[in-house]
């Protein structure tokens, strides 16, 4: 079956320690993204990438990293000067990168600081 | 600037009943329009989505109709289940190249 996957379900984080959120596809999308979603909030875009070897800033960038060294995998890290990063993370992909695509997501993470 | 609004949960309703959450938007040009459902503890999933003026989309019983005039998405179901319970997303893409969501819209449905 072809579809996004998440790992760890569950994530906990020390202060001042950095985390990575894995997420791979195999619906041979093109873009993938990463949301930060936070009760009350909807969803927020954190990072995107069109394309394998690149990737661009969201709306919420600061405290996060990503890569995008292959076309299956965009995990995101997030950094120490992350503040607030107890959240439930989604990834999602699409075929291609304008809106008009339909975005698959995934299960989900959530991450929470100890 | 772009964005969607959509109508303050929970919504609380009996088993049959007749389901409306309404979403409105703003953007430049006219993008596609979604709707997203999110089960307790889960991913989004697609639900219905519609590409231009006046379509339909359709899924599930739901349905919600693409209006122009009004820069509307407001979804519907004839009668709603216990399995409906879920938080429900509007979106719109297009125009930014990057999906605008609403704040969801939590349904709870009793029997």
């Known amino acids: 079956d072809g579809g996004i996957t998440q790992s760890p379900k569950y994530l906990f984080r020390k202060e001042g320690q950095n985390v990575t959120l894995s997420c791979e596809q195999n619906?041979?999308?093109?873009?993938m993204y990463w949301y930060r979603q936070d009760p009350g909030q909807g969803l927020r875009l954190i990072y995107y990438?069109?394309?394998?070897?690149?990737?661009q800033k969201g709306d919420i960038a600061e405290g996060y990293s990503v890569s995008r060294e292959k076309k299956e995998s965009f995990p995101l890290t997030v950094t120490s000067a992350q503040k607030n990063p107890t959240a439930f993370y989604l990834c999602?992909?699409?075929?291609?990168?304008?809106?008009?695509?339909?975005?698959?997501f995934g299960p989900g993470t959530r991450l929470l600081v100890l | 600037g772009n964005s969607v609004t959509q109508m303050e949960g929970p919504v609380t309703l009996s088993e049959e009943a007749f389901l409306t959450i309404n979403c409105t938007y703003t953007?430049?040009?006219?993008?596609?329009l979604f709707w997203y459902v999110q089960y307790p503890g889960e991913g989004l999933q697609l639900l219905l989505k519609?590409?231009?003026?006046?379509d339909k989309g359709s899924n599930k019983g739901f349905e919600a109709t693409y209006r122009k005039e009004t820069t509307s998405f407001h979804l519907e179901k004839g009668s709603v289940q216990v399995s409906d319970s879920a938080v429900y997303f509007c979106?719109?893409?297009?125009?930014?190249?990057?999906?605008?969501f609403g704040t969801g819209t939590l349904l709870a449905v009793q029997p």
């Open positions: 999602a992909s699409s075929r291609t990168y304008p809106g008009l695509e339909t975005q698959y």
């Open positions: 619906l041979n999308h093109d873009a």
């Open positions: 990438s069109q394309i394998v070897n690149d990737f």
């Open positions: 953007a430049t040009g006219y993008p596609s």
């Open positions: 519609a590409t231009k003026a006046d």
């Open positions: 979106a719109h893409g297009g125009a930014t190249n990057k999906l605008i």
